[in-house]
């Protein structure tokens, strides 16, 4: 079913498609060349690309000084003798003494596309995770202190776009420029909820995926930081490596070497219109639908995950990072992320739900379910929590997640333990039910049957998986596009994605498109249901000032728009 026109009115999430450069918020983005697509047919049949290579410059004191040093690196490439191997991909990267931001580095930059991936704060390990090798994913404390808090890059050394469903001969496309020995070369992107279904204009640019290795990348660490650019080629893929040097040293030359403080606290904004896909009339009469199928004789379905878009005009342009900077600070146990094509939308989210961590042989998912409000003391806040633990319906939709996930991993793993088997994850604004699950693969070639199988989980489709997600294609009336969908990064030695909830797509106009969902079960009131998808978009409508303005919104069923009133 298509689209619901009410998003496609006048000042639309989209106006038409700018050439070369474009307004994002209030700042002017200069989109950079798209290198090559390394997911160009056959691609993935010709193995690892002939060079695959990291190297270490002398650390640098400060972002200005390693942004010089990597300009004269990338020249000094250029002045000798070109490569002999017909494809490869090399990353140069330079340490800075000192921690820098990667959302005000991101801030400073001009360049699309560009992509933020933030790692959630480690969860505490169990011994009955430890034993199964994988513990939650996390690595020791030496490993951790190497790894990336946040990563922030821009323009792209190769990317990866389809328009068919996600396959074994990409994943292996993206794998050809991935290597153990080089961790720190990752792919980060996003692929689409359902692939199948219909794509609206506002997900165009972003096809049934999207991967890109960026050329210039800051690499936040605990104490410090690494400012690195890699450069790509392939003969086979028409991307020579002149093509590839000179494109790269086009974007070095607009690289800011500074930084630019972000507001944390709001956007400063006032909503003008709030406009719901489906109507609250429309969400009642697909939820009923659906609980007929889950009570009827024939048992269709177990559980369905409906979803919800707000689009929010605000009076200013909210600029992606300004947004994404927000998020940081209010879901510091999640995981934030930013995705944006070039001439695209900003996806943009905050999601709290990991689908999986691999690193080697090690996997760890978890299952995320149920949702309460966090008290306003602390022991409201503990009865909340209690209510939620107690509660059967919950405790229904929960067990369905969870024992769905370890019935998909078991299909590919030698062993999978659960632990625990259901505790509270208690975050800013909601708490949820969640249980870690962890195991091991038989090689790192399953690592694209783990990501085929767990996507989409039955927390954000339903149960059982095609029958759901035929229901979603009849009864929602909007595109879902990358919402709900795998978001984060492939490496050599390890990869990691969250599913990508809590999330919204920014336009080049005034328009915020906010995604949240539900799941229905027997014992669903869709009434409540309404109300959590409230509390889900809670962050935004709150960052948006929605909360704080002294105004009234009345909802019109009939267009399903909410109309501002003055006081």
């Not at 219109?273 to 009339?281: D, E, G, I, M, R």
Request: charged letters at 20%; aromatic letters at 8%; proline letters at 6%.
């Amino acid at each position: 079913m298509p689209p619901s026109s009410s998003l496609y009115s006048p000042g639309r999430l989209l106006p038409a498609r700018p050439t070369s450069a474009t307004t994002v918020g209030r700042w002017s983005r200069v989109s950079c060349s798209l290198s090559m697509n390394g997911c160009a047919p056959g691609a993935g049949e010709r193995g690892a690309v002939c060079v695959r290579e990291a190297r270490a410059l002398p650390a640098a004191p400060a972002p200005q000084d390693a942004v010089g040093q990597l300009r004269a690196a990338v020249d000094a490439l250029g002045a000798g003798a070109p490569p002999a191997a017909p494809s490869g991909i090399i990353r140069i990267e330079v340490p800075i003494a000192q921690r820098v931001d990667a959302v005000e580095w991101l801030h400073a930059q001009a360049a699309l596309p560009r992509c933020f991936f933030s790692a959630r704060a480690p969860l505490p390990d169990t011994p009955a995770l430890a034993a199964c090798g994988s513990s939650n994913g996390n690595g020791s404390l030496s490993d951790q202190w190497k790894q990336p808090v946040s990563v922030a890059g821009v323009g792209s050394a190769v990317f990866f776009r389809g328009t068919e469903p996600f396959s074994l001969a990409d994943w292996r496309a993206i794998k050809r420029f991935l290597s153990r020995d080089c961790p720190l070369i990752r792919a980060y992107g996003v692929i689409r909820f359902d692939a199948t279904s219909d794509v609206s204009v506002e997900w165009a640019d972003y096809g049934s995926f999207y991967f890109i290795v960026p050329q210039v990348e800051i690499n936040e660490l605990e104490e410090s930081s690494v400012l690195a650019t890699t450069i790509a080629w392939d003969d086979s893929l028409s991307w020579t490596w002149h093509n590839a040097l000179t494109d790269l040293q086009s974007l070095l030359q607009k690289i800011s070497p500074c930084s630019v403080q972000v507001n944390k606290s709001s956007l400063q904004t006032t909503i003008m219109s709030l406009n719901h896909v489906p109507t609250k009339a429309s969400w009642d009469l697909a939820v009923t639908k659906a609980l007929q199928m889950i009570k009827g004789r024939q048992r269709d379905l177990v559980k369905v995950v409906l979803a919800r878009c707000s689009r929010y005009i605000t009076d200013t342009c909210i600029d992606p990072v300004e947004l994404l900077a927000c998020l940081k600070v209010e879901g510091p146990n999640a995981y934030q992320f930013c995705i944006q094509p070039s001439d695209a939308p900003a996806f943009v989210g905050n999601s709290p739900e990991k689908l999986f961590h691999r690193k080697y042989l090690n996997i760890s998912s978890e299952a995320l379910a149920g949702t309460r409000a966090r008290g306003k003391t602390r022991a409201d806040d503990f009865q909340i929590g209690q209510d939620l633990l107690l509660s059967s319906k919950e405790d229904i939709e929960f067990t369905i997640v969870r024992d769905s996930i370890k019935k998909k991993l078991e299909m590919i793993c030698d062993e999978v333990v659960v632990h625990p088997s259901k505790a509270l994850r208690k975050l800013p604004r909601v708490q949820h039910l969640s249980a870690q699950l962890a195991a091991r693969i038989r090689n790192e070639d399953d690592e694209f049957e783990i990501l085929n199988t767990l996507h989409p989980t039955p927390a954000v489709c339903g149960l059982p998986t095609e029958e759901s997600r035929r229901f979603i294609r009849e009864y929602e009336i909007f595109d879902r596009g990358m919402y709900a969908g795998p978001v984060g990064w492939f490496g050599g030695a390890e990869s990691e994605f969250a599913v990508g909830i809590r999330s919204a797509l920014l336009g080049k106009g005034h328009s915020t498109l906010v995604y949240a969902g539900v799941g229905i079960v027997d014992g669903t009131n869709p009434s409540f249901e309404w109300d959590e998808l409230d509390l889900k978009a809670s962050q935004f409508a709150k960052l948006l000032q929605y909360q704080e303005q002294h105004i009234r919104y009345q909802e019109a069923e009939n267009m399903g728009t909410v109309i501002r009133i003055e006081k």
